[in-house]
């Protein structure tokens, strides 16, 4: 999973107060990949919170999670997102006291852009807004 980043709204013609104000919306992406014995599937999730702490991951997480089939137990974290957004203790408390779900532990990728799936996936949601 990873942030695919923040991004202004634009309309396709702006008056020009518009255009060079502060006013534009703005709308945070984050991009899940899960892997599962019978299926992989991607997710992008938009929201208006630009945040990136771990409350705002797992608000993006909810309706991923709701979507998986209920036998699921245990879940694995792979990023190469920053310690304070998933490799943290509040990342393992969540999903123990909120969803019922074990995280054994959080891997993590090397910090350099676009080598994991997760990013694939941010390249291909960026495309699609261009």
């Known amino acids: 999973m990873d942030f695919l980043g923040n991004y202004c709204t634009k309309y396709s013609q702006e008056i020009q107060a518009y255009h060079f104000g502060g006013s534009r919306l703005q709308l945070s992406l984050h ?31 909810q309706s991923i999670l709701k979507s998986l089939p209920p036998h699921i137990t245990c879940i694995n974290f792979v990023s190469d997102g920053p310690v ?23 891997d993590k990728f090397s910090l350099n852009f676009s080598e ?8 291909t949601c960026y495309l699609q807004m261009l």
């Open 116 to 123: 994991s799936t997760p990013d694939g996936v941010s390249a």
């Open 31 to 61: 991009t899940v990949v899960v892997y599962t014995k019978s299926f992989t599937k991607s997710y992008c999730t938009v929201s208006q919170n630009t945040s990136h702490s771990p409350a705002a991951i797992w608000v993006h997480l």
């Open 84 to 106: 304070t957004q998933y490799r943290n203790e509040t990342m393992f408390h969540i999903p123990a006291s909120r969803f019922h779900l074990e995280v054994p532990n959080v």
